[in-house]
């Protein structure tokens, strides 16, 4: 391999899993510089501390990503005297009791850095160096409850406007003081917000945002991302200055009801309007929203997601199972999908729906150019597939989950018992070959059906290289139904891998919070304020 051009040699080298890196820089001098910049490219301060000392010269130059959580201060002293040119990415891990001293952070401030996530450790006076020596700072992530920086909102805001080159910003705090909001809101650079904060609708009116023209408000903002502690009231009022925004990620901790303003007083809950995101974000690419609690979409508030004609991505998960659109079926799914023609990735969680195949089939019709579909609680039937005119149905999906497959009543399959086990009498009274012949018969039966139903998948989803069943080890599917369901995916997986392509057990992309998949519990109360009639 050592004669190898060096194109060549890169393009095996990528091939290597990184936990192999540390054994391979061994091998020579070649593989030694070959391989220790992506060994060292993210490292730790506690991996640099282990290095020999006349060592660490030489990997400090390659580390672009440095995390520092490290106990004893001799340690990060000497590391901190050492030079990181090539130092992007720094990252204070202060979880441990002991608390870095400003002194000692400021050597590790390289003019090379773009992006610092300070946690609970900033101050004044690290603001106000960090804001002198990065002139290339582009991403901040400060936590306004910093024990050295609690009730000292000017001090943040006089680094916000000491650094006009930051493009994202990440907030943490209990409750972020208007002054601050106000002075983000006037960032025309700013392409990227986070608040993971509290923040109500009091902030906001004590921001004053309506007084700045909105030609002047977050101007650039592109990606707006609020955490679990931002009421649903708060948000409506920043719709107006949100005209150039292109995706919108709310992680609601409450329980939320969207309906139309105002909330009648029959209402529990935090209000908030779907209805509103068309006429105020009509470039909006991604909608990620992710609840935490029991959560109530009215299905006319889901319904006018369908004006987002250019969403990109649709994710509506949740961490527990009172997440629900009250008696969703098909022809209010077609409402939807029908208008979103660009729609890429599609996740839908819902612990009552009543949606069919004509759904998914709905959904290929609409959306050529869908990737990603994830619906928990959609069981489909194959056969269906057979009167659909458009083959593939979905040309370029390559992830689906869905709840599981279901028979059809015309060639409806259910796998014979074994007699060994359902029927003990039968063994006494038939001969061995007798009983296993019914029983390889009914294997037969099984790979055939889903034989013949993993080839009409294969043809309507030509490029799926993932295809997996939400329900878990087969809860309440019913008799034979999981062993079915498995049947077809390990056919499918078989037939895939006869045609030289490739498969996945796991998918692309998975919601960073989503609803687990143990069993679903529905909250039936209070059904009568679920319908819009």
């Known amino acids: 391999m050592d004669d190898l051009p060096a194109e060549l040699w890169h393009e095996i080298i990528n091939y290597v899993p990184y936990r192999e890196y540390a054994r391979l820089v061994r091998v020579n001098r070649r593989w030694f510089l070959s391989l220790s910049p992506r060994l060292w490219k993210y490292a730790h301060g506690y991996h640099l501390s282990r290095v020999a000392t006349h060592r660490r010269p030489i990997y400090t130059p390659l580390i672009e990503q440095l995390t520092l959580s490290i106990r004893d201060p001799e340690d990060y002293d000497n590391l901190g005297e050492l030079d990181f040119t090539q130092l992007k990415t720094l990252i204070f891990d202060d979880s441990n009791d002991f608390s870095f001293s400003t002194s000692c952070l400021m050597q590790y401030l390289a003019p090379s850095l773009t992006s610092v996530h300070l946690d609970h450790i900033a101050d004044p006076v690290l603001l106000s160096f960090l804001a002198s020596n990065c002139r290339r700072l582009r991403h901040v992530e400060l936590d306004l409850d910093a024990p050295r920086l609690t009730n000292d909102a000017e001090s943040v805001m006089d680094f916000l406007q000491l650094c006009p080159s930051l493009v994202h910003i990440t907030l943490y705090a209990r409750s972020i003081p208007s002054q601050v909001l106000r002075m983000l809101a006037s960032k025309r650079n700013l392409k990227q917000l986070d608040i993971n904060s509290g923040l109500g609708l009091g902030t906001v009116d004590a921001a004053d945002l309506a007084s700045i023209p909105r030609s002047s408000a977050l101007p650039s903002l ?13 948000i409506p009022p920043f719709l ?14 409450y329980r939320i009801t ?18 509103l995101l068309p006429s105020h974000l009509p470039n909006l690419r991604i909608l990620d929203i992710k609840f935490y609690a029991r959560t109530r979409i009215r299905r006319a508030e889901f319904i006018s997601l369908g004006s987002l004609t250019e969403l990109r991505e649709l994710h509506l998960a949740t961490m527990l199972p009172g997440f629900r659109i009250p008696r ?5 799914f077609r409402s939807v999908v029908s208008r979103l023609t660009n729609l890429r990735e599609l996740s839908l969680f819902c612990t009552r729906e009543n949606l069919t195949t004509a759904s998914l089939i709905t959904l290929g019709e609409s959306c050529p150019f869908l990737r990603v579909c994830t619906m928990p609680h959609l069981r489909i039937g194959l056969l269906t597939f057979e009167t659909c005119q458009k083959r593939p149905l979905l040309p370029e999906l390559t992830d689906l989950v869905v709840d599981s497959l279901t028979p059809e009543s015309e060639s409806e399959f259910r796998p014979q018992p074994n007699p ?14 007798q009983v296993k012949g019914d029983h390889e018969t009914s294997k037969d039966s099984l790979t055939s059906a889903a034989t013949a139903q993993a080839s009409l998948f294969l043809a309507h989803f030509p490029e799926a290289t993932h295809f997996d069943f939400w329900r878990y ?4 599917m019913g008799p034979g139904v999981w062993e079915f369901c498995h049947a077809v995916r390990r056919a499918w997986r078989k037939q895939r891998r006869e045609q030289g392509k490739g498969v996945r057990s796991y998918r692309r992309r998975k919601m960073e919070y989503e609803t687990p998949r143990a069993s679903w519990v529905v909250d039936d109360d209070d059904d009568d304020d679920d319908d819009d009639g």
């Open 222 to 234: 592109e990606r707006l991302e609020l955490g679990a502690s931002v009421l649903g009231c708060a």
């Open 258 to 275: 969207a309906i139309p303003m105002p909330v009648p007083d029959r209402i529990i809950g935090t209000p908030f309007a779907f209805h």
């Open 328 to 332: 969703l079926n098909d022809d209010h």
């Open 420 to 433: 060994a086990v359902e029927d003990p009498e039968r063994i006494s009274n038939s001969t061995e070959d």
């Open 473 to 476: 080890r087969g809860e309440d």
């Open 240 to 253: 107006p200055f949100l005209h150039g925004l292109r995706d919108l990620c709310i992680r609601f901790s």
